[in-house]
Each structure stands twice: as structure tokens, then as C-alpha cells.
């Protein structure tokens, strides 16, 4: 008798389970229709979030496609003390030799990364250090080059040549190039003069873009896709619990708070892998190299975009006014985007720096990104979990907010 | 209302609103006190290598006797004498199968960017130093990484001259000795003082921006205004106004604050803090444009975010302008960062007084912005 009444509570259970989720499930989905309806209310905000970002791809991908192959030379001044009198210390014997100087001038002239302005010879112009810099100054040149007194009398006797430059470092980013423009002429240099024994370089460069693609755009879109996937879903979610008034009153009906939130969570999915969808086409469209699958980039953009959705929500959820939220936005995105590799390089950031930045979403997209599209990496690396650890914390905070929040009908 | 009523009840709006303000305040001092108390980054770039070393491999033809003293040199002093590199590992090959395994992690260093380069000396490296003939260097480096693999080459020159002064091979030995020229020194903050010209600017727009974005559009009330005397044009103006006030208030607060962390200017203190004024003016103008053309706030925010993208991505930073084509570059040229960033540049590290070309794009950018706000909000239907 206990028993088949057992049996029978037992199915009551199940049934009355399977009708809750059922019920449960029915409301969320109402709630996303409704969600989705009011979205198509304000089109200029969707027009923003979904046609918008793959426009600036567009953009870029045709500033950057539009960027000549051949090379830029960089303009330089060079100057020569090497007819100067040398004093040599040991034998206090003076020297005028400059035998090297026009060899380097040629080096120079031949080198496809320089283009020289001007050549001084300093024991004529004694004042071309000052019309140098003068230039250096106004932009005019990126770099001076100046040969040494000594320049010839040193290689003659056996010791180092010297080159001295002078690179505009006021533009930290150019300052490589310049460098590298000078050594390409002292390569030229030893190479003509004969000047053995030099150490050979022979580079292979394993994961690069292959020929045929933008370099320039391969290089930076990884950057710029998770810059756009994140600011966008984030900025797109930071109003939606704060700013719907009915939410009080929708307490009073059979929907429970964690499915209001679920159904939000869910309607902003839905777009996000719509917006994820439309950025991988427009890259496609401009060339982008991927090495990996469009699976992994898929997963990979779709886990940056998620992070910025739970944390709009998370936003969302503990804000009392839009104004609020807003400002808190604000507050979360500068200091993301401040600290997210794009303007300073996280390897060169002090310690205490690198674990924020580490913790912030943005830095993990860059590598992950990097890693599909260059190396054909998996996507389930650290940087993934790193994301996923992140999203799920803000999820769980924002539900827990969200469940004890008190509201007023 | 009056004009000065207006001001006066746009200031006791933002007052009201003290949580911006305070992030508005709160912001770039947190930024900077990060940025400004610390020192010692410069623009150097530090390479993490690993080494396989073939050269205990016999070596035939031109060296018949095999020698192997120079590689440990060589290993030793990218381990401990070079400033610009780290030794993550090395490997030591006596025949192919060990060469090949060696390689094999090595490869898995790269992709896993534990390292940033591998070299390989090969079978007679020691020999052709012996004899003084071209001893030859193998690398392989992660070519995703652009900046790695454009300082490569010049930074080995650091080790490789070491080395030569080491195995006596100074002869004939040609190298560069850069002496940088308007860099900040390396006593100053040099992160905070390379990262001026790009955090400020977009510190000020942004929060500028975020300042005015939403005036207009959240402002339920203004509809009714209308009914009164008060003009849209007067409603524009006085928001302009009042929220100058605010950014002007803002950056004598960053400026102050860039002063006591370790700014490093070269020019007049005075255009510094002027270039300051002019980015946040053009931020208040970008701000009140997106508030007179969003329909709703959330659009508002989506406009602003969208803003600041395009604004951040198309500022030269990512293309340099004298790259690209003259009708791309006109873009650039409208975007107000393109002209913030050189300004500041000028002015800290070159000491050069303000570019009358970079003020007047910048104050242009301005103009239009707020004669857009004005003209879309005037034909802008709203209900009461």
C-alpha cells in the first residue's frame, strides 16, 4: 500500500517537474520574444550593434589593402667627420685619411630603405650637426647618420667601424625601422668592402602570413576583432535590466527572476552569434589569413563577445539607474581598453600591471586570436579558460544580484 | 529662460549626477598615478631565445680538424653578457637524431611562445671562427610577431659584437652606435611619459565624450522646454558651456596631475595644457553631436562606443597616414586623435611650439561637430 502510494507521489514528482520545466521553458521563451520585440523598437540601436562593426572592418581591411607593397624609404641626413684630423694617441700622429666614406655613401644610396637629403662633410660645414638637427626637429628627416672621425683610420688598423645615428625618438614606434634602415647600409657596406670575417645571418620565419596576403591587415585585425566584439556586446547589454520598468511587475506573474535574467541572457547570445557570424564573413571577404579553423574563430570571437555580454549584464544587474550604469561602463571599458596590450605592450608593463591586465578580458584576445589565425592553434587554450573562468564568474554574480535585488511595483 | 539660467540649471544637472563626475575626476588621476610610478620601460625590445648547438658534430671538407670551443662562449654570453636577450634553454646536438629533437622542442617553444627565437650554431661554427671565415648564424623566429622579427637583426648585433670582442674577430667589424634623439630619459617615467601622447587624448575624449553623450537624450524635460522661450540654439549653447567648464576643470586637474607624476616636457607647459583643453573641447563637441542624433539612450551608448572605435582604430596609430592614399588620408585627417596624438608629441618630447595645422584640424573638427549637433537638433522632431 506504502508503496504504490510512493510510486504514485513518485510520478506526481516527475510530472509535476517535467510541467515546471516545460512552464519554465515557455516563459523564457516568451520573455526572448519579448526581449527580441523590443529590440526591433529601437532599429538605430541595432542598426549600430549589427551592420556597423562589420562596416569598420570593411574600412579598415580597405585602408590597409590600400597600403602600397613597395617600400617607404626613410628619409636621412648624413654626415661625415672622417676627414677630420685623427690624433692617435699612442703615436700622437694625425690622420686625415676618410678612404671609407664615400663607400659608405654609396652603401647608403644603394640601401632601398634610406634616402639621404643631404650629405655634409662636416670639417667643410662645420655647422651640419645644427642644420641636421634642425631638420630632425621639423620632421623633415627620420634620422642622422654621422661617420666618425676615426671611421677609416679604425678599419685600417683592424678595429671596429663605427656608425653613429641619430633617430627621432619622439615616435617610439618608428624608432626599429630606423635602425634597421642604418644596418641595412652597414650590411651593404661590409659586404661591398669585402670587410671579413661578418656573421651571416639566415633567418626562417616559421607562422608568418603567407605572400599574397596583407600583412598589415593580418597583423592588426586581431586587435581590432576582439576591441569591436567585446565594446560592442558589452555596450549593447549594459541597459537591459536597468532600464526595463516592467521587471517589478513581472515578479508578480508566474516568471521567476532567474529565468528574466536567462531569457536576456539568451536573446543577447542569439545576436551576438549573429554579430560573430557577420564579422568572420566581412574579415573573410578582406583577406584574412587563417591558418586555423573558422570553427575555432568562431568559438574564440564568440568567447570574447561573451565576456562583454556578462559583463554589460553584470553592469546591468547591480546599477539602481541607467545613469549609473552608464557611468560604470565607462569606468570598467577605459580602464580595459587602457590596459589591454593595444597602446602599451603587457610584456613591458610593470608586474603589479601585467596580473590586472591578465585578468582583463581583452588581453586574452589578442594571443587567442594570434594563435588561430597564424599558428592554427586550438582554441581551448589558457586564454579561452581565462575567458570562460571570467564570463562564468560575472554570470553567477550577476544572477546572485539580480535574485536578492529588492524592487517596488 | 535666459542663456545664464540655463547654464545654471545644466550645472545643477550634472551636479546632481556626482557619480560622473567623480569618475570623470577619478579616472585619469588612477591612470596616471599607475602609469606615472613606473619607471625603467623604454623602448627597447628584450628577446627570449633558445640555442641548439651543432657544433660538436664533425665537420668536413674545408675544416678537416673539428673544434667546438666557441659555441659555449657564445651560449654563455646570451645567458650573462647581453642586455637585449634571455636564455630560456639550451641544446646541445652530437648527431642528427638529438638535433632533430632538439629542434622539435624548440618549435614547440615557439608556437607556445615560450621563446621568441631560436638560433642554431651550426656543425663548424667554431671551425669558421678559427679560420676567420664568415661564421654563419641560423634563426628561426615566430614571423606572426611583426615588431620580434623586424628588431631581430639589430638586437643579435649586441651578443654577436660581444662575442667578436671575445674570440678576438674585432677586425673589420662595422657596427652601429644609435644615440637617440628627443627620447625620454631613463630617469623619467618613461612609460607614463612614451604612453602621454596616446593615453591623454584618449582619456579626455573619452571621458568628454561620455560626459555629453547622454545630455540631450536623457534629458526627459527638454521637450517641454521648448514650449517656453527658450531656443534649441540657447538649450545647445548652454550645455556647451557648462560642460566646457566641467573639461576645463578636468584637464587642469590632469595637468596638475601629469606635472607632479613625472611628466618629461621639453616645451612650454603653457601649449601643453592648452593642446589639453582643445582634445576635451573637441570631446564635449563629439559628445553633444551623438546626443542630438540618438534616438534613445542605449543608442546613444552604442553611437559613442562605435565613435570611439573608429576614432581609436583610424587614428594613425594602427596606419601611419603617410602610408596610405590621399583620400584615406582625408579621413584620418578628420578624426580628431590623428592631430591630438602629434600635438602632444611636439610639444613633450620635441619641445616645438603648437602646429598651427594640427590646431586648426583640431578646432575644425570641433566647429563641425557642434554646428551638426545644433542643425540635427533643430530639425529633430520631439514630442512633449
Known amino acids: ?409 | 529662460m535666459s542663456l545664464g539660467g540655463l547654464i545654471k540649471k545644466e550645472f545643477g544637472r550634472i551636479r546632481s549626477d556626482r557619480r560622473t563626475l567623480i569618475l570623470l575626476f577619478l579616472i585619469p588621476i588612477i591612470l596616471i598615478v599607475i602609469f606615472g610610478l613606473t619607471t625603467g620601460v623604454g623602448p627597447t625590445k628584450f628577446f627570449t631565445a633558445a640555442i641548439i648547438t651543432r657544433d660538436d658534430m664533425p665537420t668536413y671538407g674545408d675544416f678537416p680538424s673539428n673544434s667546438s670551443q666557441y659555441d659555449e662562449i657564445f651560449i654563455s654570453i646570451m645567458d650573462n653578457n647581453s642586455t637585449a636577450w634571455d636564455l630560456h634553454q639550451y641544446f646541445n646536438s652530437t648527431n642528427e637524431v638529438e638535433y632533430n629533437m632538439a629542434y622539435l622542442k624548440c618549435y614547440n617553444f615557439l608556437k607556445d611562445e615560450k621563446v621568441d627565437i631560436f638560433i642554431v650554431l651550426p656543425e663548424n661554427f667554431s671551425e669558421s671562427v678559427e679560420k676567420k671565415v664568415n661564421p654563419v648564424l641560423f634563426y628561426y623566429i615566430d614571423g606572426s610577431d611583426l615588431s620580434a622579427v623586424s628588431a631581430v637583426e639589430v638586437a643579435l648585433q649586441e651578443p654577436i659584437g660581444l662575442f667578436r670582442a671575445e674570440a678576438d674577430l674585432i677586425a673589420n667589424f662595422s657596427i652601429m652606435v644609435p644615440y637617440l634623439e628627443f627620447d625620454v630619459p631613463f630617469w623619467e617615467s618613461q612609460l607614463l611619459n612614451y604612453a602621454l601622447p596616446l593615453i591623454l587624448p584618449i582619456i579626455i575624449l573619452g571621458t568628454t565624450m561620455n560626459l555629453t553623450s547622454l545630455s540631450i537624450v536623457s534629458e526627459g524635460p527638454l521637450p517641454r522646454m521648448l514650449i517656453t522661450p527658450t531656443t534649441k540654439r540657447e538649450i545647445i549653447l548652454s550645455k556647451l558651456i557648462a560642460n566646457s567648464v566641467i573639461m576645463f576643470l578636468q584637464s587642469t586637474e590632469i595637468f596638475i596631475m601629469t606635472s607632479f607624476f613625472g611628466l618629461y616636457s621639453l616645451g612650454s607647459l603653457f601649449y601643453f595644457y592648452l593642446a589639453l583643453v582643445m582634445i576635451g573641447f573637441c570631446g564635449i563637441c563629439i559628445g553633444l553631436f551623438i546626443s542630438a542624433l540618438s534616438p534613445t539612450e542605449q543608442s546613444a551608448n552604442q553611437m559613442y562606443l562605435i565613435m570611439f572605435i573608429v576614432i581609436v582604430l583610424f587614428s594613425g596609430n594602427f596606419l601611419p597616414p603617410e602610408l596610405i592614399s590621399p583620400a584615406m588620408q582625408y579621413i584620418i585627417n578628420i578624426l580628431p586623435l590623428s592631430h591630438a596624438i602629434p600635438l602632444i608629441t611636439d610639444i613633450t618630447l620635441k619641445g616645438l611650439p603648437m602646429s598651427l595645422n594640427h590646431i586648426l584640424f583640431l578646432n575644425l573638427n570641433s566647429l563641425i561637430f557642434v554646428v551638426l549637433a545644433y542643425i540635427i537638433y533643430k530639425f529633430k522632431k520631439l514630442e512633449v
Not at chain 1, 87 to 115: F, H, M, Q
Not at chain 1, 308 to 323: D, E, N, P, R, V
Not at chain 1, 351 to 379: C, E, F, N, W
Open chain 1, 1 to 409: 500500500m506504502r508503496e504504490s502510494e510512493n510510486r504514485k507521489s513518485n510520478g506526481k514528482e516527475g510530472k509535476f517537474h517535467i510541467n515546471n520545466i516545460r512552464g519554465s521553458l515557455f516563459r523564457i521563451i516568451r520573455q526572448m520574444k519579448k526581449e527580441f520585440l523590443l529590440l526591433w523598437t529601437d532599429k538605430f540601436n541595432m542598426l549600430l550593434a549589427i551592420v556597423v562593426p562589420p562596416l569598420i572592418i570593411f574600412l579598415f581591411g580597405f585602408m590597409m589593402n590600400a597600403i602600397p607593397d613597395e617600400l617607404q624609404p626613410i628619409d636621412c641626413v648624413v654626415i661625415s667627420y672622417d676627414s677630420n684630423v685623427y690624433i692617435d694617441d699612442s703615436i700622437l700622429n694625425g690622420s686625415v685619411r676618410d678612404d671609407y666614406t664615400l663607400p659608405y655613401i654609396n652603401a647608403v644610396n644603394k640601401s632601398e630603405y634610406l634616402n639621404i637629403l643631404h650629405f655634409y662633410n662636416a670639417t667643410e660645414e662645420i655647422y651640419a650637426m645644427e642644420t641636421a638637427r634642425l631638420m630632425l626637429i621639423s620632421s623633415e628627416i627620420k634620422v642622422i647618420i654621422a661617420i666618425p672621425v676615426a671611421f677609416s683610420e679604425f678599419i685600417t688598423l683592424g678595429l671596429p667601424g663605427l656608425i653613429d645615428c641619430v633617430p627621432d625618438a619622439s615616435d617610439i614606434q618608428s624608432i626599429q625601422d630606423t635602425l634597421n634602415a642604418v644596418f641595412d647600409s652597414i650590411k651593404i657596406f661590409v659586404n661591398d668592402n669585402n670587410l671579413t670575417p661578418q656573421f651571416e645571418l639566415t633567418g626562417y620565419e616559421e607562422f608568418s602570413i603567407p605572400e599574397g596576403y596583407n600583412l598589415r591587415f593580418n597583423y592588426n585585425i586581431t586587435l581590432t576583432l576582439s576591441f569591436i566584439v567585446f565594446g560592442v556586446s558589452m555596450v549593447l547589454t549594459i541597459l537591459v535590466v536597468v532600464q526595463e520598468k516592467p521587471v517589478a511587475r513581472l515578479l508578480l506573474t508566474p516568471a521567476k527572476r532567474s529565468e528574466i535574467l536567462l531569457s536576456k541572457y539568451f536573446t543577447y547570445t542569439l545576436i551576438l552569434i549573429f554579430q560573430v557570424i557577420l564579422l568572420i564573413i566581412s574579415t573573410l571577404i578582406c583577406r584574412l589569413y587563417l591558418a586555423g579553423s573558422v570553427f575555432d574563430l568562431f568559438i574564440a570571437l564568440f568567447s570574447i563577445g561573451f565576456t562583454g555580454l556578462s559583463m554589460g549584464i553584470f553592469i546591468s544587474t547591480q546599477s539602481k539607474t541607467k545613469t549609473e550604469a552608464n557611468q560604470l561602463f565607462f569606468a570598467v571599458f577605459i580602464v580595459i581598453l587602457l590596459l589591454s596590450g593595444i597602446f602599451i605592450p603587457i610584456d613591458a608593463m610593470p608586474v603589479y600591471l601585467q596580473i590586472i591586465a591578465y585578468i582583463l578580458p581583452l588581453s586574452h584576445g589578442d594571443p587567442m586570436i594570434r594563435g588561430i589565425i597564424t599558428k592554427g592553434k586550438s582554441v581551448f587554450g589558457f586564454d579561452f579558460f581565462a575567458l570562460l573562468l571570467l564570463s562564468t564568474v560575472l554570470v553567477l554574480i550577476s544572477f546572485i544580484i539580480f535574485k536578492r535585488r529588492k524592487y517596488e511595483v
